[in-house]
T-cell receptor, first 120, second 113 residues
């Protein structure tokens, strides 16, 4: 186990509803990244939080939003749920986001077990 | 942007060796990761390459050629428990998305007895 926890494990919602997913990062990690993984696909980057600020965003609409708290835990909020939002939502924690220039450190991302969201 | 390509499926028998290839096109490269993912579970880290060459780690090895945009994961002495999806991911080094991982679709490996 990586020490990254997510809740809830599974969730069923209907179209138009709102959902909040939670992630606790591994001890000592200050960066949390969120990914969406549809069935049969690789994870797609949603956004990253570093020191409580959004630090980069993937190709997701504004109804996907997030927060990071002083203890580095994080939330992913999705408004106006659509059927295509059904997926496994993964959070990954790491240390610094990466270094500009040169060869960055190993800086592995540790994934949580995920939240399986089903939108009916 | 990033484009990561890997085969969708592969099969092999117990005890055999299998090589899973990954090609990538990237506008900013900062390392390549291989992850293993069992059905319904989170990806788990297998290997990391940032310089050209081979990294060996027990039954698993990973190779990188940055000039060719190519990597492979080599699994030796296959076991039934190695049946899983193997994800190739490239790390970004551009601007505000430093550290972001771009994943391929994954290669579903089935190991037969």
């Amino acid at each position: 186990e990586t020490g990254v926890t997510q809740s809830p494990t599974h969730l069923i919602k209907t179209r138009g509803q709102q959902v909040t997913l939670r992630c606790s990062s591994q001890s000592g990690h200050n960066t949390v990244s969120w990914y969406q993984q549809a069935l049969g696909q690789g994870p797609q980057f949603i956004f990253q939080y570093y020191r409580e600020e959004e630090n980069g965003r993937g190709n997701f609409p504004p109804r996907f939003s997030g927060l990071q708290f002083p203890n580095y835990s994080s939330e992913l909020n999705v408004n106006a749920l659509e059927l295509d939002d059904s997926a496994l939502y993964l959070c990954a924690s790491s240390t610094t986001p990466g270094l500009a220039g040169g060869i960055s450190s190993y800086n592995e991302q540790f994934f949580g077990p995920g939240t399986r969201l089903t939108v009916l | 942007g990033q484009n990561i390509d890997q085969p969708t499926e592969m099969t092999a028998t117990e005890g055999a060796i299998v090589q899973i290839n990954c090609t990538y096109q990237t506008s900013g490269f900062n390392g390549l990761f291989w992850y293993q993912q069992h059905a319904g579970e989170a990806p788990t880290f297998l290997s990391y390459n940032v310089l050209d060459g081979l990294e060996e780690k027990g039954r698993f090895s990973s190779f990188l050629s940055r000039s060719k945009g190519y990597s492979y994961l080599l699994l030796k002495e296959l076991q039934m428990k190695d049946s899983a999806s193997y994800l190739c991911a490239v790390r970004d080094r551009r601007g505000s998305t430093l550290g972001r991982l771009y994943f391929g679709r994954g290669t579903q490996l089935t190991v037969w007895p």
